[in-house]
């Protein structure tokens, strides 16, 4: 009884969540080398070819509690294009959702010779999304009309849209996730059509031995207006055997929720604060990050996990084809 009524908190808490991101979360795996699974228009980014795989669980004593896992991979193909494609699993209580995307991306090299990272890449993904919800489980004295007692699923397709911009040491990317705007017809309740997200973010890398990465990413849902900001730092020192790095990520919503407390109202925003490491070691990467979330009304005490593991290969040069310090296009 406790892990269903656990599981109907979660669907309840969380509903309003996934329906402003039905698709993949944006959670911190970005931080990891990972832009692709954000930003269409990286697909391609480097010469060669990246694998990553991520897997995030929250709350690991909370039964149904949220995880993600992600498989992408994206190339270069020829001097111009890039293709990727990304699986992914995401499970909430007794709501989750599959699927699968494909990318294609354009680079314009700007000026410069092939050595001079002053790019210009458009990118456009597409993709088909199952989501289910399984009732099997709902149990209820009373029967309820909107409780059908069994796994329902619906599918969808949608498109994503990125660009980004890369001089040197310096990125710019933007998207439009769920372009398309329609989405799953699951419940039995209305459901709002409108699933798009805006995507924006910012950053430089300063030094040379050792460097650090200040970056910023925007998001808000087109629907409801939410709007969240990360503020991230990351330093690198190249070592004997590879890189390591290490950073920080703080988010918060610019919105807030009212809550009632011992007779008092008040108002809390999201707060995430996320410590991340890494290594790199000859083709192989790997980073893990924890996210603690503040504030006086949380679900649990407990933080989210999440690993990434990463391998690129096809690179000539040891990997470093652009004369800049540029982890995503110099893998």
């Given at each position: 009884m406790r892990r269903i009524l656990t599981s109907i908190i979660?669907?309840?808490?969380?509903?309003?969540?996934?329906?402003?991101?039905?698709?993949?979360?944006?959670?911190?795996?970005?931080?990891?080398?990972?832009?692709?699974l954000v930003y269409p228009s990286m697909a391609g980014i480097a010469e060669g070819t990246k694998v990553r795989l991520t897997a995030r669980k929250q709350w690991f004593n909370v039964d149904e509690a949220p995880s993600l896992q992600?498989?992408?991979?994206?190339?270069?193909?020829?001097?111009?294009?890039?293709?990727?494609?990304?699986l992914f699993n995401d499970s909430n209580g007794y709501h989750s959702q599959t699927g699968f995307k494909a990318t294609y991306a354009h680079h314009l090299q700007l000026g410069g010779d092939f050595r001079t990272l002053n790019q210009l890449s458009l990118g456009l993904s597409a993709g088909i999304i199952l989501s289910s919800l399984?009732?099997?489980e709902f149990r209820s004295v009373n029967p309820d009309p909107v409780v059908t007692g069994v796994k329902n699923t619906a599918s969808y397709f949608n498109v994503d849209l990125g660009v980004s911009y890369n001089l040197f040491e310096f990125y710019a990317h933007a998207a439009i996730l769920n372009v398309?705007?329609?989405?799953?017809?699951?419940?039995?309740?209305?459901?709002?059509?409108?699933?798009?997200?805006?995507?924006f973010s910012v950053g430089y890398v300063f030094g040379r031995n050792t460097r650090i990465e200040p970056s910023i990413l925007f998001q808000m849902t087109d629907f409801t207006k939410e709007k969240t900001v990360d503020?991230?730092?990351?330093?690198?020192?190249?070592?004997?055997?590879?890189?390591?790095?290490?950073?920080?990520?703080?988010?918060?919503?610019?919105?807030?929720?009212?809550?009632?407390?011992?007779?008092?109202?008040?108002e809390q925003r999201l707060q995430l604060f996320t410590p991340i490491i890494g290594?790199?070691?000859?083709?192989?990467?790997?980073s893990y990050n924890y996210s603690y979330q503040s504030g006086d009304i949380r679900f649990d005490n407990g933080g989210f996990h999440q690993i990434t593991l990463g391998y690129d290969f096809g690179q000539s040069d040891q990997g470093n084809r652009y004369d800049c310090y540029c982890p995503a296009a110099n893998n």
């Open positions: 979660l669907t309840m808490f969380f509903g309003s969540v996934a329906k402003a991101q039905e698709g993949i979360p944006v959670y911190f795996d970005y931080l990891a080398d990972n832009y692709y992600t498989l992408n991979i994206n190339s270069r193909v020829g001097e111009r294009s890039g293709i990727g494609g990304i399984d009732e099997t398309l705007g329609s989405g799953r017809d699951l419940y039995s309740a209305a459901e709002f059509d409108n699933l798009r997200r805006y995507l503020l991230n730092a990351k330093v690198y020192r190249d070592v004997s055997f590879g890189t390591v790095w290490a950073g920080l990520s703080y988010r918060r919503s610019f919105d807030g929720a009212q809550f009632q407390s011992n007779g008092n109202f008040g290594v790199n070691v000859n083709r192989f990467m790997f």
